[in-house]
């Protein structure tokens, strides 16, 4: 059975159609990144999967469910978690308690403990400051914290908005490379990034978005090689 499979959505804000038909799919286990410039409609087409937009017509199915008739609070429960741009922490909260508020649906309530002892292990960045506030991280932690806590949420497809948004080199190496091994445990990934190049690098296949369409796809390295994408996707114009 498809895993995401995402049918000709369109989504309009009063005038604006900030998805125009858009079609891609995310196999169960896959890395797939979604590039594209600025207000192409990336972050649209993730909040309309997570339920946070409403589509004006077209599909979104999970394993065969339309996730158009659920309420957003219950796609963790299905395994669908998003890290949202901007990362949206409890700044007075500890790291400990930040982790602990992402295994808030049953099945990861029952495992929070190993949960967390795995997530510090991933993120031992984590674990040394597990008793600080979150509003006094670094940005990098605080993007480590934000994936962290979705990930207590035993995600089977997770959804990260511009996760390296904002963030120092030395720190965007290290990000990718945490969700490489997120990837390689068999999570399924769909990834928006500005950072069109690593992105690709990193993905199994990719969609380049354009004014609210899929205007390519291939794998990461085809797109990445493909003399068509455009150049200011790729941040060299
Ligand atoms: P960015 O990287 O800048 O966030 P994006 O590819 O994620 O870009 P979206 O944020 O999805 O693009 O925006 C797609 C289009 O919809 C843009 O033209 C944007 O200006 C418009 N748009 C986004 N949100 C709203 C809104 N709440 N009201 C009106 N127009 C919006």
Redesign the pocket.
């Known amino acids: 059975m498809p895993f995401l499979e995402i049918h000709d959505v369109r989504v309009n804000?009063?005038e604006?159609e900030?998805l125009r038909g858009a079609t891609l799919s995310v196999n169960e286990g896959e890395t797939v990144a979604i590039v594209?410039a600025?207000?192409?409609?990336?972050?649209?087409l993730i909040n309309s999967i997570s339920g946070l937009n409403r589509l004006s017509s077209g599909s979104i199915m999970f394993e065969g469910q339309p996730l158009g008739d659920l309420k957003p609070h219950r796609l963790p429960e299905l395994g669908i978690v998003q890290v949202p741009e901007g990362r949206r922490l409890f700044a007075r909260l500890s790291v400990d308690d930040n982790l602990q508020l992402g295994a808030y649906h049953k099945r990861a309530r029952r495992d929070s403990v190993k949960g967390r002892e795995e997530i510090y292990r991933l993120l031992p960045v984590l674990q040394d400051r597990k008793d600080q506030l979150a509003g006094t991280l670094s940005g990098g932690q605080q993007q480590m914290l934000a994936i962290g806590r979705a990930l207590m949420a035993q995600p089977r497809l997770l959804l990260l908005d511009?996760p390296s948004l904002g963030l120092a080199p030395i720190v965007v190496t290290e990000l990718f490379s945490i969700i490489a091994r997120i990837a390689s445990e068999g999570t399924a990934v769909l990834l928006v990034e500005?950072n069109v190049s690593r992105a690709l690098a990193l993905s199994n296949r990719a969609y380049a978005?354009q004014q609210g369409t899929v205007i390519m796809e291939g794998t990461g390295q085809e797109l990445l090689n493909d003399p068509g994408l455009p150049a200011a996707m790729l941040g060299i114009a």
């Open positions: 804000y009063g604006v900030a594209g600025n207000g192409a409609g990336k972050t649209t511009e500005q978005l």
